[in-house]
């Protein structure tokens, strides 16, 4: 089993040092080891293999792009005697 000092593990993942202490600390995202005294914080140490799972836990898939739709009949369903300007041209006449 391979721990990882947080720098190590910045390095590894190719990712900030205190984005790797926020995910441990405050996030409490990322699995780790605290190793130390009790009532102390202690050293953190992170599994290469915790760190890679977490890291594919992030991945995010493309959208799917929707087709585009024509602009022409997208309003069909709307009634033209119901919408408000057919009352507003008929009070003006």
């Known amino acids: 089993m391979k721990l990882l000092t947080v720098k190590e593990a910045a390095a590894a ?13 405050t996030e409490q995202r990322l699995r780790h080891i605290r190793v130390g ?10 599994r290469l293999a915790d760190l890679e799972a977490f890291i594919e836990e992030q991945t995010v898939e493309p959208a799917q792009v929707p087709k585009k739709r024509s602009a022409v009949g997208t309003f069909r369903h709307i ?6 300007r057919s009352r ?4 003006s006449n």
């Open 13 to 25: 993942s190719g990712l900030s040092e205190s984005l790797i202490y926020l995910w441990t600390g």
């Open 88 to 91: 507003l041209n008929a009070s």
């Open 79 to 84: 009634d033209p005697r119901r919408s408000g």
């Open 37 to 46: 005294k009790a009532g102390s914080r202690g050293s953190i140490r992170i």
